[in-house]
């Protein structure tokens, strides 16, 4: 009889816990399309430097180093808001390339393909299968570097498409 008490206790008491969001980013499959799809969608692109993140991760500031498109200025230094539940996040100093829309404080797009210029983690593709373990490092060091170049690619494509 307890055991049915303490399930219906726990019943009521579910909905009042805290809200808990979970957000599953689909897997970018062709970062080209999804570039010039994501450029059309979002208000601004950019390229800034990431100087500041507060301590618990939610906002950053970065200075503004080149538009693709919008309105933000050059040199101008802006606040951003990481998303709460969503990548990708703002976690780290340096360059990034930025995908979203800018108000009083910058959001970046959830899911979008907003990253970390020298790691661009972001578009890797999948591990690999299980039989293909003992070559893993090998090929995320080869991954690694085509991804770099893949940025290198991203950022002269927006270069084109927002001339």
Excluded at 105 to 111: Q, Y
Aim: glycine share 4%; net charge negative.
């Amino acid at each position: 009889m307890t055991y049915i008490y303490s399930i219906i206790i726990l019943i009521f008491l579910l909905p009042v816990t805290n809200e808990v969001e979970v957000c599953d980013c689909a897997r970018i499959e062709n970062w080209r399309t999804a570039t010039v799809g994501e450029y059309e969608y979002v208000k601004d692109v950019f390229i800034g430097e990431v100087k500041k993140i507060s301590e618990d991760k939610t906002e950053y500031e970065f200075v503004v180093l080149e538009v693709f498109k919008g309105n933000l200025k050059v040199g101008r230094t802006v606040k951003g808001i990481n998303p709460k539940y969503c990548e990708p996040d703002v976690n780290k100093k340096g360059h990034w390339l930025f995908f979203g829309a800018f108000s009083d404080n910058f959001n970046l797009n959830e899911c979008g393909l907003t990253s970390n210029i020298e790691e661009p983690w972001r578009i890797l593709p999948p591990p690999p299968p299980p039989e293909l373990k003992a070559d893993e490092k090998k090929m995320i060091k080869k991954w690694k570097k085509e991804v770099r170049e893949n940025m290198q690619e991203q950022i002269s494509i927006l270069r084109e498409i927002s001339d």
